[in-house]
């Protein structure tokens, strides 16, 4: 016996994916604002050759695609507890559209655990229709406090052991 939920309509993506780009993100950025545009560095083809088109932080996505976005940073902050801890939420930003999509991505110290709860992911994620037109996406950072060292710091004694911040844009066919 198998179930197949009948709520489920309309545009449901179910196909495999015909591209995988990951964008590397910029070494050694201050948090300067809420708002702030990530920005990448480097693109690398993993499966197929899809490179988007970048300017200062804005990911240009082509049209006749849906798109699965993953993205997220990496913060290092003092050894410091409580309030000092430094902390960071992001999300992608629909250019095109002046809004907010997906879902947000939070990190946070192990050491602030305790203060702050929340039920985001270290990753932000947001799956684009772009079947009509090209779409202008970016990563953005949504909350910040405390203190941080740097994002995608290299000059630490631990950051080899991080992922750095990155992007994954999953290119499916609808």
């Known amino acids: 016996m198998s179930y197949v939920p009948s709520h489920i309509g309309g545009s449901v993506v179910s196909s495999a994916p015909n591209a995988l780009t990951v964008l590397e993100g ?5 948090l300067s ?17 899809f490179s988007p088109a970048i300017s200062s932080g804005t ?33 992608w930003y629909d250019e095109t559209a002046s809004s907010y999509i997906g879902a947000r991505g939070h990190l946070y110290p192990y050491f602030a655990q305790d203060l702050f709860w929340s039920a985001a992911d270290e990753m932000s994620r947001a799956l684009i229709d772009c079947t009509a037109g090209d779409r202008d996406v970016s990563l953005r950072v949504i909350t910040y406090g405390g203190q941080i060292t740097g994002v995608n710091y290299t000059s630490g004694s631990w950051y080899q052991y991080s992922g750095l911040g990155r992007a994954q844009i999953w290119r499916l066919t609808p």
């Open 59 to 91: 990911i240009t996505l082509t049209s006749g695609y849906f798109y699965f976005l993953e993205g997220g940073i990496q913060l290092e902050a003092p050894q410091a507890t409580g309030a000092n801890a430094g902390y960071a939420g992001y999300k």
């Open 26 to 30: 910029t070494n050694n950025i201050t």
């Open 33 to 49: 604002a809420v708002g702030q545009k990530l920005t990448w560095s480097n693109t690398r083809n993993i499966y197929s050759n």
